[in-house]
């Protein structure tokens, strides 16, 4: 695609219950960026993924949050037993070639709502 | 932690002011980058510098980066309504990781 592509725009869920977020790279690029962003704050790194190499987990708050990234493209981060405080915009980015030393390409987010 | 810092928390400044923005890092880094977020939502690459520049221009926008007080600036020259927004710079590694500050809130009015 054109762009970074994120699904749903917003999702509404209520507490205790399970949501997968998704994100579409752009094609050919390597290297896949989740982060969170609660209003009016920065962004909180969650998880990187380069290649075929293990992603960098250290930034996902609790077990209750993993991503995978199935045949380096398409990327699902998923919240188990979601909780108020995981109310956010949760934003996905891709990079070409290595990540960190490249431009990132941002998607326009999930706003997540949990009840 | 490598993430960088900003100040100040928010500016607010007249169409055809200048608008400088600081950010400050802890750790070694390969690049800091500036980004731009209008609306809360999806934000938009400005410029990258690398650790072993000083200083990147382009348009309007100027970067400049010091490695030894590990600091960063943005200037936007001859400001307009249309560059209210949040601007963030983010610190990336040499393994990869790409980890942001808490922005400024930038507004300038008409």
């Known amino acids: 695609g054109a762009g970074v592509s994120q699904s749903p725009s917003n999702k509404v869920t209520e507490k205790g219950k399970d949501v997968e977020l998704r994100c579409d790279p752009i094609?050919?690029?390597?290297?896949l960026y989740w982060y969170r962003q609660s209003l009016g704050q920065g962004l909180e790194f969650l998880i990187y993924?380069?290649?075929?190499?293990?992603?960098?987990k250290s930034g996902l708050p609790s077990d209750r949050f993993s991503a995978e990234r199935t045949g380096g493209s398409v990327s699902t981060l998923t919240i188990q037993r979601t909780q108020q405080e995981d109310s956010a915009v949760y934003l996905c980015?891709?990079?070409?070639?290595?990540?960190?030393?490249?431009?990132?390409?941002f998607g326009s987010g999930t706003q997540l709502s949990v009840l | 932690s490598q993430q960088g810092e900003e100040d100040p928390q928010a500016l607010s400044i007249q169409e055809g002011e200048n608008a400088t923005m600081n950010c400050s890092y802890k750790t070694s880094i390969n690049n800091l980058q500036w980004y731009r977020q209008n609306s809360g939502r999806g934000l938009v690459h400005l410029i990258l510098i690398r650790s072993n520049e000083r200083e990147k221009h382009s348009g309007r926008l100027r970067v400049t980066l010091d490695t030894s007080k590990k600091s960063s600036s943005l200037l936007i020259t001859a400001s307009r309504a249309a560059d209210t927004a949040s601007y963030f710079c983010a610190v990336g590694t040499s393994y990869g990781k790409l980890t942001f500050g808490q922005g400024t809130i930038l507004t300038v009015h008409p």
């Open positions: 094609s050919g690029h390597t290297a």
């Open positions: 980015a891709s990079s070409q070639g290595f990540g960190g030393a490249e431009k990132l390409f």
């Open positions: 993924f380069q290649g075929n190499s293990a992603p960098d």
